[in-house]
């Protein structure tokens, strides 16, 4: 399971999404996403994460206005994250975590 954190911010609320094997989610401010993060800068459908079965987690920005980052990198098509990354969705930066 891959579980990413924010800590609490002025931008947001200290939170945590698990994310199972073989799961399709999304972030952003629109009510159905899978992940809400209702904070400046995100738009309404951010980005999609997709865990598969062999363990790896990819994130897809979705044509977001602002982009999304990982370890302060815009990421372009789909990029792999590992634990210890950091991807950020407007001013949230979220900690990508393995258990």
């Known amino acids: 399971m891959w579980i990413l954190r924010a800590l609490e911010s002025p931008e947001a609320e200290a939170f945590t999404f698990r994310i199972r094997p073989d799961a399709v989610k999304t972030i952003g401010r629109a009510r159905g996403v899978d992940f809400v993060v209702d904070a400046p800068l995100v738009s309404r459908v951010h980005c999609r994460l997709t865990a598969d079965a062999a363990g790896h987690l990819d994130v897809e920005d979705l044509q977001s206005t ?24 407007g001013r949230v930066e979220l900690t990508v975590e393995r258990s």
């Open 66 to 89: 602002n982009g999304t980052f990982v370890n302060d990198r815009r990421a372009a098509g789909r990029t792999r994250l590992a634990a210890g990354d950091r991807l950020r969705v």
